[in-house]
């Protein structure tokens, strides 16, 4: 098992977890957020360290499995996974802006051998919103502002893996998104509504390179259905679902701002 | 030995003509909006979705017992039942009962469960003319292609198409392409093919154990006019159809149409208790594949489905690639489970053509998990993962290994037979049935009666 990192400075203690214990929080950044948008994982941590969040990244760190297993490669998947139930195992708390990677971690982590540090991951690992909504129960945001139209993704792992948002398939579910919540206590987002909603964007992880075609049909529908609302930029807490729409978007000469949740409730301007 | 089918360049072909890829994609998101809407009105849907799925997976787990106790009791009806083990014992029964009678020419409504048994070429090469009665199936037979879509066979044309194939088959109007105007002229080819049969054949969605009912959901009234206008009808069942009682039955036909098209009931909900005055029924109760397919730990549960489409409508990849991309019988995230079971290696990529979005298992009537990516590895090693499957392209490389055709694993490593005699299966179901699905997580033991 790894050593446990040191910790900088004091740890806060957090107003929604049990009693008045005092906590650390493990950061995990996607391994593509690391490679193609390492600014997303920097205004996770600052807007952790805002909210007064004792954050620590362990430097071990590589990915989560979620591609190999996904693709039903789970030979390949079980020493990714291993690996990462040894580096976040032992934190009382997994904080990732990634719902694709939340989903597979508690949902779908059986590709390596069960062990207290994996069990402990699985319970512990949070999605950044469900960490800031349900967690923390942060409603106030006062550093940001946002003058701008917003259209709001939010991922299939999220809406059907993590129920942070109601689904359209299930239509006597009361209405709600957890993103949408967080992200209207930012004063000047005004959402816009767009058709299908909660339909896949098409990246769908090695979705994307092993079924092009359609991948990229869905993508450029997705980008219409939003572009027909008029918003200023596209926000989503999935960054991999804007990866696909970005690359989308570039292929079709639009200019439209991408951010990812993190980065408007840290105070971005556009 | 079949190559895989490849569904990612198929879709790709399709995707190239927008036309028909933008009309699919409209008219079956249409179809999710009809069926969102027509839930909407039913307050107890989400519990009717879970009695459907309990029904389903106690059904399943005493099959044997309900299906002696329909064989019983269509026998007392006055139905004649035959067991077929696979598809060409089923054809060769359907083929015996005409030739006995020296019939060459056959009338039926739209059966997947004929599709899969590849009915229509086996009964052609040996001299017996086929008509299907069904307006999407008929077209898609005068174009020499399979259904694209469980429900709408030929969803995947535009009237135009109809009219030019109608115009070349039938010698209409190749420029009029009004859709009652060609519903009219499929009904005057047809309809004299319909009352000159000797013998007509349909499907069947559900079967009624406890009164030996089958029951048939259309909405052309062809499967009537198939079943009621000869004095023969035979009808395929698969043995997953088979369902407790009458009162059980409710709960489906809330479901079945609602789910599928958002019409509260189809227009023609037909229950056949027996063959009329004069007449002679055959049910061919058929398992090609299911008893095994019940012991496969992660695709037993397709043997849930109730064929509504529900899940092809709304999949986003399924709406954008067209159901002929798949190249099998079923097609979308239902045929992606199914059809691994049917023939490992050719079907093997067919789990890759989805997102995991899970849209599909939000819909399913019967709860079915359809989305997970275990499947992924289940599609090529017949519901184990002893080894990885790898999807060609991306960085997974190639897959390493093929499991020969034609013969699947069941859980306890045997390989299931294809060959053996009606009698043999006749006896060795029920036991087979049973032994896999006591140990199944999910199957139900107990009185159907506690559950509706």
Not at chain 1, 178 to 197: D, T
């Amino acid at each position: 098992m790894l050593e446990r990192p040191q910790t900088s400075g004091s740890a806060q203690t957090l107003p929604g977890l049990q009693g008045e214990m005092t906590m650390q929080v493990a950061l995990m950044v996607p391994c593509y957020i690391d490679m193609f948008y390492p600014h997303v994982g920097i205004a996770t941590l600052e807007l952790l360290e805002r909210l007064g969040v004792d954050v620590i990244y362990p430097k071990e760190q590589t990915c989560c499995g979620q591609p190999m297993a996904n693709s039903g490669c789970y030979e390949e998947a079980r020493a990714t996974e291993e690996h990462c139930a040894r580096v976040f195992g032992s934190f009382d708390c997994v904080v990732t802006p990634s719902g694709s990677c939340t989903h597979h971690i508690r949902n779908k982590f059986t590709a390596g051998a069960d062990s207290p540090e994996k069990q402990n991951l699985v319970r512990n690992t949070y999605d950044l919103v469900e960490f800031l909504h349900d967690v923390l129960k942060i409603r106030e945001f006062p550093w940001a502002t946002f003058e701008h139209k917003v259209a709001l993704h939010t991922s299939c792992s999220a809406i059907r893996g993590l129920n942070m948002a109601s689904m359209s398939e299930r239509v006597h579910d009361s209405v709600f998104s957890k993103p949408k919540a967080l992200l209207s206590r930012v004063p000047g987002v005004e959402f816009v509504e767009f058709e299908r909603v909660d339909e896949c964007c098409g990246f769908g992880g090695t979705f994307a390179a092993t079924e092009e075609a359609v991948s990229a049909r869905m993508g450029y529908d997705k980008l219409a259905f939003m572009q027909k609302a008029l918003p200023d930029c596209i926000v989503s807490s999935d960054m991999s679902c804007l990866m696909h729409l970005q690359g989308c978007a570039r292929r079709q000469k639009q200019d439209i701002p991408f951010y990812h949740l993190a980065e408007i409730l840290n105070g971005v301007s556009l | 030995m079949s190559s895989p089918v490849d569904q990612a360049k198929n879709a790709e072909k399709f995707l190239a003509d927008t036309v028909h890829e933008e009309r699919l994609d409209k008219l079956l998101w249409a179809m999710r909006m009809r069926r969102d809407a027509a839930a909407r009105q039913v307050p107890e849907w989400e519990e009717l979705r879970t009695l459907a799925s309990e029904i389903k997976e106690h059904t399943l787990s005493n099959l044997s017992q309900y299906l002696l106790q329909f064989e019983a009791r269509a026998a007392a009806n006055g139905m004649i039942v035959h067991w077929a083990r696979d598809a060409h014992e089923h054809n060769q029964i359907v083929y015996e009962i005409l030739a006995e009678q020296g019939i060459e020419a056959l009338v039926k409504s739209k059966s997947m469960l004929t599709e899969e048994c590849e009915l229509r070429p086996f009964l052609e090469r040996r001299g017996i003319r086929v008509t299907e009665t069904d307006l999407g199936e008929r077209i898609q037979q005068l174009d020499d292609q399979p259904p694209g879509h469980i429900i709408g066979p030929s969803i995947h044309k535009t009237t135009k198409d109809v009219a030019v194939l109608f115009s070349q088959k039938y010698g209409s109007d190749p420029n009029n392409e009004d859709a009652a105007y060609l519903a009219g002229v499929m009904r005057e080819n047809t309809r004299p093919d319909i009352l000159k049969a000797r013998a007509g054949m349909t499907g069947a969605n559900f079967v009624v154990a406890e009164t030996g009912a089958i029951v048939v959901a259309t909405n052309e009234g062809n499967a009537d006019l198939s079943a009621h206008t000869p004095l023969l009808h035979i009808c395929s069942v698969g043995i997953e159809k088979i369902i407790p009682t009458t009162e059980s039955l409710a709960v489906f036909v809330r479901l079945l149409t609602r789910s599928a098209t958002g019409d509260t009931i189809t227009q023609y909900t037909s229950t056949f208790r027996g063959p009329r005055q004069g007449a002679t029924m055959h049910v061919i109760l058929v398992d090609n594949g299911r008893s095994a397919r019940l012991g496969m730990k992660r695709f037993w549960h397709s043997l849930k489905c109730i064929r509504c489409a529900a899940c092809m409508n709304t999949c986003p990849v399924y709406r954008r690639s067209g159901g002929l991309s798949y190249g099998s019988t079923y097609m979308g995230p239902i045929g992606i489970i199914m059809m691994p079971t049917f023939e490992i290696r050719k079907y093997s990529e067919l789990p890759f053509a989805s997102t995991l979005n899970g849209s599909c298992t939000n819909v399913c009537p019967v709860k079915i998990d359809i989305h997970e990516a275990d499947l992924r590895v289940a599609g090529s090693h017949g519901g184990e993962r002893p080894n990885p499957s790898r999807k060609k392209g991306g960085h997974a490389g190639r897959r390493q290994s093929a499991q020969p055709s034609g013969a699947l694993p069941n859980r306890d490593g045997h390989t299931v037979s294809r060959t053996g005699s009606p009698a043999t299966l006749r006896r060795l179901q029920p036991p087979e049935c049973m032994g896999q699905a006591q140990g199944r997580p999910g199957g139900r033991q107990g009185n159907i009666s506690r559950m509706v």
